[in-house]
């Protein structure tokens, strides 16, 4: 819903539409700000996954996030999407005494005090203020900080080993509440994945229906070896015009990152992400390769930079909205990564439709986000999003700024409802990965390869 025509009219005869510092003109014509804040509704919810594998176990059968309803004055809802936790629903629950009465322009003003100590809350609680913010005005989330700089956003084809869905062991996971089970009724049908082959039918299979040029393999699952050659049987399927990056999660210790990251030298590599802990090692690992290297774990937030520019350990940063400060912190961070020669990819999570939107959005407006940015979408069932209609389109590889004031998509107070059902059946609190894979794979430690 916008401000209303009338208003616009009225604002537009003293010639304050468009104004610089728009909210506290209209503050000061009405004596109270346009957009006043008057009510913060978190809802938890549960969404389905698929038992996908990483370097600390497997997915289990839901993940968990917090969808932000923001009410304003104006009748104008803003809606926001960040991590599930518990302990980030608490810090939202927390936030409502200070946003309320607030200002939904100006969200910068909530960051001072919210995000040093709940970065997951803010993100959620400023994506959904500009998303009102364009509702009102009929803007695109992304006009209003300034682009977009790019209409279609490139995404990376993000491939994890993993059980089939209907597997006997993920099936009997207490945790599960829905009615998922065998055959048809799994939740989807990838089946298993645990050998090179496999990865190669399924990273084929994903360039036909979705058009990625750029493949990221979430490793540190398999013997190094094994993942080395899944990337070259990769290379046979796919071709040499691919893109490929490979993320261990810091499973590797350094000799094998050093030795694994050699013999990845003739392959069409376009970073290395995360194969080992820690900057030292990080920076060592990448003097040693020449490979270009990244990280979503050694800078996560503003306080690693100064170490970063002198250790250098990276040449590719992935960026997170949910944990980097919002839309207000990449911002800053674009020209910030270009002095420093790094070029941004976009870090993900397991999320849903809001957070998609908001990361389009963000991959849109910043201009050193150049590279195809992650996202774990694809894995969430059709029928499973929050938004209204059906889940936002990848085609050729890209991802469109979904039309529309603010992010552009709308939330479904059904789905929604179904959503935080789950949630409050499932007992899960927080991200567990481990007790999965240790009924999956007896003896599984997660201990470095
Ligand atoms: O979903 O298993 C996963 C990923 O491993 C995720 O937790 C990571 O944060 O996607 C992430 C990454 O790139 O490291
Ligand atoms: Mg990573």
């Known amino acids: 819903m916008s401000l209303h025509r009338r208003d616009w009219l009225r604002l537009a005869a003293v010639g304050l539409v468009g104004a610089k510092t728009q909210s506290s003109v209209l503050a000061a014509q009405d004596g109270q700000a346009p957009l006043r804040i008057t009510g913060l509704k978190v809802t938890p919810i549960a969404l389905p996954d698929p038992p996908l594998l990483f370097a600390g176990g497997c ?47 100006s969200y910068r003003e909530l960051a001072r005090e919210i995000l040093p100590r709940e970065p997951g809350a803010y993100a ?41 869905a209907d597997h006997p062991t993920v099936l009997a996971d207490p945790r599960v509440s829905d009615a998922r089970g065998r ?11 645990r050998t090179p082959e496999a990865m190669a039918a399924m990273a084929g299979k994903f360039r036909e229906r979705w058009g990625f040029r750029s493949f990221k393999l979430k490793a540190g699952v398999l013997s190094p070896e094994a993942e080395r050659d899944t990337l070259k049987a990769m290379v046979s399927t796919l071709g ?21 990251g050699k013999e990845l030298a003739g392959l069409p590599m376009e970073y290395y992400e995360d194969p080992v802990r820690g900057q030292t090692a990080m920076a060592e690992v990448r003097k040693a ?53 790094w070029t941004l990819s976009q870090h993900s999570n397991n999320h849903a439709g809001i957070s998609m939107a908001a990361m389009i959005h963000l991959a849109a407006s910043l201009p050193q986000l150049t590279m195809a940015s992650d996202t774990h979408y694809v894995w969430l069932p059709e029928n499973a999003d929050i938004i209204e209609g059906p889940k936002l389109p990848i085609q050729g590889g890209t991802m469109a700024i979904p039309n529309g004031p603010g992010l552009g998509v709308t939330l479904d107070r059904d789905k929604l409802a179904r959503a935080h059902e789950v949630y409050r059946k499932c007992g899960m609190a927080k991200r567990e990965d481990a007790s999965l894979m240790r009924r999956l794979e007896p003896g599984w430690t997660g201990g470095l390869l």
């Not at 005005?137 to 006009?143: I, K, P, Q, V, Y």
């Not at 937030?301 to 100064?306: G, S």
Request: aromatic share 8%.
């Open 59 to 105: 997915h289990g059968p839901y993940f968990l996030r917090n969808v932000v309803e923001l009410e304003t004055d104006g009748k104008i809802i803003g809606i926001g999407e960040t991590s599930g936790n518990r302990d980030v629903t608490d810090a939202l629950e927390r936030a409502r005494a200070i946003v309320v009465g607030r200002n939904a322009f």
């Open 240 to 260: 040499t015009d691919c893109l490929l990056r490979i993320d261990p999660n810091a499973r590797w210790r350094t000799e094998t990152a050093v030795r694994i």
């Open 183 to 193: 055959g048809v009724r799994a939740l989807d049908d990838w089946g298993e994945v």
């Open 289 to 341: 390769t020449g490979l270009k290297m990244s990280t979503n774990m050694c800078v996560t937030r503003f306080a690693h930079l100064a170490e970063a520019f002198r250790r250098k350990p990276i040449d590719v940063l992935l960026t997170d909205l949910h944990y980097f400060g919002g839309f207000a912190g990449n911002l800053a961070l674009g020209p910030i990564a270009e002095a420093a020669g």
């Open 124 to 164: 959620a609680i400023e994506m959904a203020c500009l998303d009102a913010c364009g509702k009102a005005t009929g803007r695109r989330l992304c006009e209003l900080v300034g682009g977009p700089v790019r209409d279609q956003v490139p995404v990376a084809a993000y491939l994890f080993y993993r059980y089939a």
